[in-house]
């Protein structure tokens, strides 16, 4: 007997979505509203000494976007050991905004930090001379993506990163708002990189008490 249509279409939805290796859009169950994430979901603090009251990585009801839910990470420092990765083109998406002074502090205000990723780590940073980009492990950005100058607080910003592991190279783009409103959007393709050998598993997030970052979507996806 040949297969149904709709068994077709049911077998491809579901062998694609054993491709979403790790996916929080943070506005459904276990997730509640004014409750930290921490337990949930893999989601732990890195480090034993890390106290968490409750506040560093709850989930927020966002007035300045229509009250949908999201992460608000303040002064957090905390891990999820997602799957390793399964394939040799790898998707990372982030939607991610912040609340910052200005100028502020020269440090790193905002690190995702992923496991054997090639871009380094996903950083912010708003201090003059700073802003949205790939960071390298020290309190500088190695790439600029969106200059401070352009982001807008209270505003988000989506990033996709396609990593291709047989080219060794992966694309960026971002899309959101320039401070004065206007639609923003980067492209660059074909980043190279050297190849550290192993799958995407795992990734840390580390945020300073100096700036408020919200994460309405994270997801890292096997193509």
């Given at each position: 007997?040949?297969?149904?249509?709709?068994?077709?279409?049911?077998?491809?939805?579901s062998?694609?979505?054993?491709l979403?290796?790790f996916?929080?859009?943070?506005?459904?169950p276990?997730y509640?509203l004014?409750a930290?994430?921490i337990g949930?979901?893999?989601w732990?603090?890195?480090l034993k000494?890390f106290s968490?009251?409750g506040?560093?990585?709850r989930?927020?009801?966002?007035?300045?976007?229509?009250?949908?839910?999201a992460?608000?990470?303040y002064?957090a420092?905390i891990?999820?050991?997602?799957?390793?990765?399964t394939?040799?083109?790898?998707?990372v998406?982030?939607?991610?905004a912040?609340t910052?002074?200005?100028p502020?502090?020269h440090?790193?205000?905002t690190?995702?930090?992923?496991q054997n990723?090639?871009f380094?780590?996903i950083?912010?940073k708003?201090?003059p001379g700073?802003g949205?980009g790939?960071?390298?492990?020290?309190p500088q950005?190695k790439k600029?993506?969106v200059p401070i100058?352009?982001?807008?607080i209270n505003?988000?910003?989506t990033?996709?990163?396609?990593?291709?592991?047989?080219?060794?190279t992966?694309?960026?783009?971002v899309?959101g708002?320039k401070?004065?409103?206007?639609?923003?959007s980067?492209e660059?393709k074909?980043?190279?990189f050297?190849t550290k050998?192993?799958a995407?598993?795992?990734?840390?997030?580390?945020t300073a008490?100096?700036?408020?970052t919200?994460?309405?979507?994270?997801?890292i996806?096997s193509?």
């Open positions: 007997m040949k297969p149904t249509l709709f068994a077709l279409v049911a077998a491809v939805l062998s694609s979505a054993l979403a290796d996916t929080t859009p943070f506005a459904s276990p509640t004014d930290s994430i949930l979901e893999g732990e603090s890195r000494t968490d009251d506040t560093s990585a989930l927020v009801a966002v007035r300045w976007d229509e009250y949908r839910p992460l608000l990470l002064g420092s891990r999820n050991d997602f799957p390793s990765t394939s040799s083109k790898v998707r998406t982030v939607r991610i912040f910052f002074p200005t502020g502090p440090l790193l205000q690190r995702i930090l992923i990723a090639p380094g780590e950083a912010f708003c201090h700073g949205l790939f960071g390298d492990g020290t950005l600029i993506l100058e352009q982001v807008r505003a988000y910003y990033l996709t990163i396609d990593v291709d592991y047989d080219a060794a992966y694309d960026v783009a899309t708002l401070r004065d409103g206007s639609p923003l980067v660059e074909g980043i190279a050297e050998g192993g995407l598993k795992g990734l840390d997030l580390i008490s100096s700036a408020r919200y994460i309405q979507q994270l997801r996806e193509l």
